[in-house]
């Protein structure tokens, strides 16, 4: 049962337009909510977050956004740039037995074309 | 450098051959984690621990152990490896449980 699921393996768009990346979620417990930036061979970095208290957070060139009655997140990025060509996860967490327990989706490839 | 290290980055064992990947944290952070990553299913945990001697499963904790004997370390055992254990494997860690820290991550094959 994938709780965070993004539907999108992949995403291509030309570089200086806008990315977005959708990510929908069935748990109505989750209360915090992430973005993480995957090169190949390193580990997840994150990129930006968001509390459920909010519905959109800006970080530079990042923003995201949460609808909390649609059960969906996500992110915009622009201009796009091609070092942004990674694998992006979403991920959401709700509390559980004291800590926070983070559940991630799939994963989407975004690939910038120059 | 802050960091989270796991060794070793790359693994190929054979079935049945008990393993011990190493991950340390230099952030004194009480939270550690482990994850799996498989294609089309994104990173999945398969322990956590919330302090020295707190740990905890996760949603796939079947075929692992794990021990947090000092805060800084979070081993991750495999003690009868078998081929579907086969991942990447990343440890984290956080101060607070909401944002975590990645390692660069460890492949194994299970042949």
């Known amino acids: 049962d994938q709780q965070v699921k993004q539907n999108s393996p992949s995403l291509s768009v030309q570089e200086g337009r806008i990315s977005i990346l959708n990510c929908d979620y069935t748990?109505?417990?989750?209360?915090?909510f992430l973005w993480y930036k995957k090169y190949p061979a390193e580990g997840p970095t994150f990129l930006i977050s968001i509390s459920s208290i909010k519905d959109k957070n800006e970080d530079g060139r990042f923003t995201v956004f949460l609808n909390k009655s649609a059960k969906h997140l996500s992110l915009h990025i622009v201009p796009s740039q091609p070092g942004d060509s990674a694998v992006y996860f979403c991920?959401?967490?709700?509390?559980?037995?004291?800590?926070?327990?983070?559940?991630f989706g799939q994963g989407t490839r975004l690939t910038i074309n120059p | 450098e802050a960091q989270v290290t796991q060794n070793p980055r790359y693994l190929i064992t054979v079935t049945g051959k008990k393993l011990t990947v190493t991950c340390s944290q230099n952030m004194n952070h009480e939270y550690m984690s482990w994850y799996r990553q498989d294609p089309g299913l994104g990173l999945r945990q398969i322990y956590y621990s919330m302090n020295v001697e707190v740990t905890d499963k996760g949603d796939v904790p079947e075929g692992y152990k794990v021990s947090r004997k000092e805060k800084r370390n979070f081993p991750l055992i495999l003690e009868s490896p078998s081929p579907n254990q086969t991942s990447l494997y990343f440890c984290a860690s956080s101060p607070d449980s909401y944002g975590y820290t990645f390692g660069s991550g460890t492949r194994l094959t299970v042949v």
């Open positions: 748990n109505s417990m989750f209360d915090y």
């Open positions: 991920a959401a967490s709700a509390q559980s037995a004291g800590a926070q327990k983070l559940v």
